[in-house]
């Protein structure tokens, strides 16, 4: 088998539905040899399993949630039994805010509910990692993945998950410094705008729409997550084994554009 991943085992997070970033980055992994895969909980299990199916083979589902130890002590055994403990890649595609952190109340949400989009947004960063750091550690070269949104400026709307996806991209620097000895790698992809339930979920999205494409000098699609994909493949692969602790941006350049 031939590709970028061959021979690799890579663990997805955060597919929910087939529009799902992580779904693109699961299909794209596959075709490029790896064995992947997914983790999901709660009720939201039951999609998981019902979207794996349309990837082939369709992986199994393990459940991980974030922020019980417990759980990512039971994918790491997961790991241990089924992969004889190596793991290559990991891809980070976890976020959530409650609504009172989204959609202009930035002054009046409480603290526990930022604390929870906090905690499942970036803190996760570091629990996923430092759970499967043995598993990580032993391929000696292993990586990780985190997708993001930039946030090196305020977007409309998205508030308190803004200030978590800046906490994120600071934890994966960190990460990628403590763990380079180690040589793990740690870097996070900037996603443009897609059409995904959690883009759909967040107050104002729309407002996205109507200026990306038209200040993005490569233009951009909100349908077409291929792109992001092949980035997150890229840093996955080893064809970037002295790159860590960088924001890749595919937002068809959005994001250097001032006006």
Sequence with gaps: MSGLLAGKRVLVTGVLTDDSLA???????QDQ????????????MSLTRRVARHLSPAPEVLELDVTEAGDVARVAGWIDDRWGGQLDAVLHSVGYAPPSCLGGGFLDAPWEDVAQALQVSAFSLKTLTAGL???LRAVGGASVVALDFDNRVAWPGYDWMGV????LESTARY????????????????????RTVAARSIP???????VWGERAPLGWSMTDSEPVARACVALLSDWFPMTTGELVHVDGGYHAMGA
């Design 23 to 29: 779904f693109g980055v699961a299909r794209l992994a």
């Design 164 to 167: 978590a996806k800046s906490a």
């Design 133 to 135: 750091l043995g598993q």
């Design 175 to 194: 990460l990628a410094r403590d763990l380079g000895p180690d040589r793990i790698r740690v870097n996070l992809v900037s996603a443009g705008p897609i």
């Design 204 to 210: 104002g999205f729309s407002r996205f729409e109507d």
């Design 33 to 44: 040899g790896a064995e992947v895969v997914l983790t999901s909980f709660g009720r939201a």
